[in-house]
């Protein structure tokens, strides 16, 4: 039965948890006035016919696809472990992920690196990518997501050690400030043996800067 609730685009990686009744509806509306004073504020008519969906458009983007991670909790984005007696390097490169860093509410994007050793438990690859999806999918920045990532993953698996390396670029450093667009920050967290060992970290990293 259709209940006129917009369905959620199917881009969104991560299934957010289904909010109680009414409560998303009444969020987008609310996100969408809140929208339209501030096209007031800069001078704008929201009235005008370029603009005069803009403000639900809006509040359906961010409610619904940008900031679905608060909806979603890095444990419940690991939700498939698998007993295993696999105690060697388990990496996953190139997760693609867009963000929105909550100083500037611009957006970065880039890639993450996310690997962990083992310790009698694995979790499902597409899970390392859920993990990413979901830590994205909300107001943060580049050094909490890499932290967080890797804090998850010590969490729930309970492995040896896990590394996360995220490259990226900021919408906040190529549209203003010093506006220089393709400078790429990169960030890392190591946790257990990668934190101890550099060999262990050190072959990480040449996976990640050459997988063959």
Known sequence: MDDGREARPEAVVVPPAPAADGDEDARVLQVAEDVRRLLVDLGEDPEREGLRETPLRVARMYVRELLVG?????????????????????????????????????????????????????VGLSK???????????????????????????????????????EAEHFCMTMRGVQKPGTITTTSAARGIFAEDSTAREEFLRLVRDPR
């Open 70 to 122: 608060r909806l979603v909790t890095p444990a419940e984005a690991l939700s498939t472990v698998f007993r295993e007696d696999f105690r060697e390097l388990v990496l996953v490169r190139d997760i693609p992920f867009y963000a929105l860093c909550e100083h500037h509410l611009m957006p970065f994007f880039g890639r993450a690196h996310v690997g962990y050793l083992p310790d009698g438990a694995v």
């Open 128 to 166: 390392l990518a859920r993990l990413i999806e979901a830590l994205a999918r909300r107001l943060t920045i580049q050094e909490r997501l890499t932290t967080q990532a890797a804090d998850a993953l010590m969490e729930v698996l309970k492995p040896q050690g896990a590394m996360v390396v995220v």
